[in-house]
């Protein structure tokens, strides 16, 4: 994608997105820790302004017009997920509140009711919290063991080890698919294939690549992927659990209480068909509502364009802090074009505190992120407390970058003559 076509890309979309033309300090905003959260585009907005003023009701209860309007609105959102991600069945979309609910959802319908002891979980060192403290609960229930993939010395995911790891032993491979520190996209198909050819199933946390590029999941072939919608332009408290049919026919119920029952009587129950198996009580309808929103602005984009938009943003960010002596970025570099990993970069500065950085660029009004990212081990493992973190999302720009590094560069002047006094 060429300069022009980049103004072209910021000019349709930056104007969606209110958040972004406000100052911060006295500065225009830079918002580059969208890895945490993405902006809101009006059309999300509106949708659940509009829910709330015309059609609020609860949902698949009741007959009357408000309920049905905010019912066809609400199980609507299910088909747009279904194929955004490229699902065989509508009834594979299970909304959760986020990723990590989703998580939980298959570690505690099928971990606790699959596995035995001596079962292997396999991970990896990078992954989130979200994708390490459920199975660290599960596997201290059943006696499952966990094992976990290391990194290569470019710092990306290690498939020879994964390769060696995997048995018979093996009931489950729980990877994130781009990680939120390394920006490294992992190679999901082979790692898919290989457990598959043991007999194991695998989860993918997909949080940090479905807002950023096509995924189909029928093609990587994994059993459950997972996704928060407050990454991809959707508002907090809606995310989703993508699982094979069969595979969640065979699960039982993970939350108890209304919409998830087909009959209750006082000893027992018997439960709903799929998905509302796993939805237990009223729903975050209005979020659920607004992420239909956001993935119909997504789509009207194309997630290849975002995807190549984005990686010349990331050769861009890479070729500039790759400037800077001072700097240390983790995870692999990019491919000359951008393309090879996620438009992210984790880093930290000779002398200065990732914290004290995030707060001296906010004054220059550049939100970046700082902390261990939910990947304390990962920190352990790179031997650093804490990181500055800045990604990038398709709203961003060049101009937005060059401001960023230079506000960096005056934040590395100021320590140095700090220290230089002192």
Sequence with gaps: MTVAQEKTLAAQVRADFPALAQEVNGQPLVYFDNAATSQ?????????????????????????????????????????????????????????????EAINLVAYAWGLSHLQPGDEIILSVMEHHSNLVPWQLVAQRTGAVLKHVALTETQTFDLAQFNQLVS??????????????????????????????????????????????????????CDWLVASGHKMCGPTGAGFLYGKLDVLKAMPPFLGGGEMIADVFLDHSTYAELPHKFEAGTPAIAEVIALGAAVDYLTSLGMDRIAEYEHELTAYLFQELNKLPQVTIYGPQPQPDGSGRASLAAFTVEGVHAQDLATLL??????????????????????????????????????????????????????SNIFEAD
């Design 40 to 100: 809101k585009p009006q059309a999300v907005l509106d949708a659940i302004a509009r829910y709330y003023q015309q059609d609020n009701a609860n949902v698949h209860r009741g007959i009357h017009t408000l309920s049905v309007r905010a019912t066809d609105a609400y199980e609507a959102v299910r088909d747009k997920v279904a194929s955004f991600i490229h699902a065989a069945s509508r009834n594979e979309i299970v909304f959760t509140r986020n990723a990590s």
């Design 168 to 221: 018979a032993k093996t009931k489950l491979v729980a990877i994130v698919h781009v990680s939120n520190t390394l920006g490294c996209i992992n190679p999901i198909e082979q790692v898919i294939a290989t457990a598959h050819q043991a007999g194991a199933k695998v989860l993918v946390d997909a949080c940090q690549s479905v807002p950023h590029m096509p995924i189909d999941v029928q093609a990587i072939d």
């Design 362 to 415: 906010d004054q220059s009004g550049i939100a970046i992120r700082s902390g261990h990212h939910c990947t304390q081990p990962l920190h352990r493992l790179l031997e650093v407390s804490s990181t500055a973190r800045a990604s990038l999302y398709f709203y961003n720009t060049r101009a937005e970058i060059d401001l960023f590094i230079a506000a960096l560069k005056d934040t590395i002047e100021f320590f």
